[in-house]
């Protein structure tokens, strides 16, 4: 479900980082939120919710930031909420940062 673009070199401008997705909800009302490393929630603000079929959606979300090499190891998570269950999906995966 997230999805590292790749292993990325030191930057100080944002640039994508991963993806998120998932197919089959039964409502458009999804939320997106991502935590990076031990830092705060935020909510996604690139975010693409797409009707597959009837009533029937997809949703993908992007996460953009500048990484250093302080950064390399830490984990993204992306959590998915939406209104037809209780439980949130989630994926985590590890960000890897090489120097310049």
């Given at each position: 479900?997230?999805?590292?673009y790749?292993?990325?070199?030191?930057?100080?401008?944002?640039?994508p980082?991963?993806?998120?997705?998932t197919?089959?909800?039964?409502?458009?009302?999804?939320?997106?939120?991502?935590?990076?490393g031990?830092?705060?929630?935020?909510?996604?603000?690139?975010?693409?919710?797409?009707?597959?079929a009837?009533?029937?959606?997809?949703?993908m979300?992007?996460?953009?930031?500048?990484?250093?090499?302080?950064?390399?190891?830490?984990?993204?998570?992306?959590?998915?909420?939406?209104?037809?269950?209780?439980?949130p999906?989630?994926?985590?995966?590890v960000?890897?940062?090489?120097?310049?």
């Amino acid at each position: 479900m997230v999805t590292l673009y790749k292993s990325f070199i030191e930057t100080n401008s944002f640039a994508p980082l991963a993806n998120c997705t998932t197919r089959g909800l039964w409502t458009r009302d999804i939320k997106v939120k991502w935590q990076f490393g031990d830092g705060a929630v935020e909510a996604s603000s690139r975010l693409n919710v797409t009707e597959i079929a009837e009533r029937k959606f997809s949703v993908m979300a992007e996460y953009s930031r500048a990484v250093s090499v302080a950064d390399n190891g830490k984990s993204l998570t992306c959590t998915i909420e939406f209104a037809t269950s209780s439980t949130p999906l989630s994926g985590t995966a590890v960000v890897r940062v090489l120097g310049k």
